[in-house]
């Protein structure tokens, strides 16, 4: 034994020992955090939303990206284990110089697989798996330099995995059109089973704007109205929930509850309403409804502003809104039945113009995307009219196309408000 020690270099023993154990707790932390980060809980996100320090926000920003959090992760630990084998195989020869051959390669097999399993993986997973929230924690503070460190490895990765996963799933692929088609094609159920089944398919494939109230049929309240005006508002329209703004509507500053007056009915029209209003949720016009459903469920909100690129308002949609693409048309006692078209001929309707287009069609019995040759990015046929014309239409004004004629027959201001069709027999 004095024989080996004479001949080991013990500072460079020492240098490689030190490095090796910052290697395995780099390796433990690499381990533990994917555990720690995928075992949070929908409610372990919420109590990090709701303390709002330093070391929540960490975590829900290393959470807002899940898969390059994941790829960060996959990198970070498999560069340092591929460094801890080099270093851990460079001690054992420093230690055991003489080994050769199939015992050089069995002994450093084993010492190393045995640290990696034991104190890089196994032990960190374990302690972690016991306190998930603590250990998200701690470990956001490295993994935020981690991330920006080693992006570009992960950026790879990401691009990499994301390309093999397409070509592994390409064959087994069913597009949205296909499933629509195998449910036209059912037999068995009754006609409202059939309209859920496609609701279902085309769900995650329409978006805000397709569904939502257009500008000129929201209902708002002015911010500096008096208590009087607002319950005059609620009593006429009967919404529960009801837009308050400021200059205009794209001054939306809030939404007012109705039943948040209940408390206040009997107060007279110098009372400040203003302070129960709520924030106003705003949603892109092209959200895909899905996401604005899952984003209703998180913030438990029943509605949102729906606004374009610059910010102005475009309209507004509830969550009764999104569940009628499923379930269809869901009416109450204190609603109107509201009729977007009547037939008056064989082949000729009155149209509210404020129709989407895709419904306009489907009341014609025409395929759905009929006119999306000149439909241009019109949503209803009052935008139809305006790109067949490619002018501001007015009263009177007849276009045709795909063996459709339209007659613009009432105005509402610069606004078309009903259109007359009629279909070549």
Not at 256 to 285: A, N, T
Not at 371 to 395: I, N, Q, W, Y
């Amino acid at each position: 034994m004095e024989l080996l020690v004479t001949n080991i270099d013990i500072g460079e023993l020492i240098v490689k020992l030190l490095i090796a154990l910052v290697l395995i707790v780099f390796s433990a932390i690499a381990s533990g955090s994917e555990v720690a980060f995928f075992s949070l809980t929908r409610a372990d996100i919420e109590d990090f939303e709701a303390r709002g320090d330093a070391a929540s926000q960490r975590v829900l920003s290393l959470l807002d990206n899940t898969d390059r959090l994941l790829a960060t992760i996959l990198v970070a630990n498999n560069l340092v284990n591929i460094c801890l084998v080099i270093i851990s195989a460079q001690i054992i020869d420093i230690l055991l110089p003489d080994l050769t051959g199939i015992s050089d390669f069995l002994i450093k097999t084993v010492v190393v697989t045995f640290i990696l399993l034991l104190f890089g993986e196994i032990m960190p997973k374990v302690f972690t798996q016991s306190n998930p929230v603590k250990m998200a924690r701690i470990f956001s503070v490295p993994f935020k330099f981690f991330r920006w460190a080693l992006y570009p490895l992960a950026f790879v990765l990401m691009r990499t995995s994301r390309h093999v996963s397409r070509f592994a799933s390409k064959s087994a692929e069913i597009s949205i059109e296909e499933l629509a088609d195998a449910v036209d094609l059912t037999e068995t159920g009754s006609e409202e089973e059939q309209k859920m089944l496609s609701g279902i398919i085309s769900f995650g494939n329409t978006e805000v704007v397709e569904i939502m109230h257009s500008r000129v049929d929201i209902t708002g309240i002015e911010y500096d109205a008096d208590y009087d005006a607002v319950r005059k508002v609620i009593v006429e329209t009967g919404y529960s929930r009801i837009p308050v703004y400021g200059d205009d509507l794209d001054d939306v500053r809030g939404v007012l509850y109705v039943k948040d007056l209940l408390p206040h009915i009997s107060e007279g029209r110098d009372f400040e309403w203003q302070s129960l209003l709520r924030k106003p949720y705003f949603v892109p016009e092209h959200m895909m409804i899905d996401d604005l459903l899952k984003a209703f469920q998180k913030r438990k909100i029943h509605i949102a502003i729906v606004v374009d690129e610059y910010g102005a308002t475009q309209g507004l949609v509830s969550l009764e809104d999104v569940l009628e693409e499923v379930v269809g048309e869901i009416t109450d006692e204190s609603d109107d039945e509201e009729r977007l078209y009547e037939k008056i001929g064989e082949n000729t309707y009155i149209f509210d113009a404020k129709i989407h287009i895709g419904e306009f069609e489907r009341a014609l019995g025409f395929d759905e995307e009929t006119f999306s040759d000149v439909e241009g990015h019109a949503e209803t046929l009052a935008g139809l009219m305006m790109e067949l014309k490619r002018d501001l239409p007015r009263r009177g004004d007849e276009l045709s196309a795909h063996g459709v004629r339209f007659f613009i027959a009432t105005m509402d201001g610069r606004r078309v408000d009903k259109v007359k069709v009629e279909v070549d027999g």
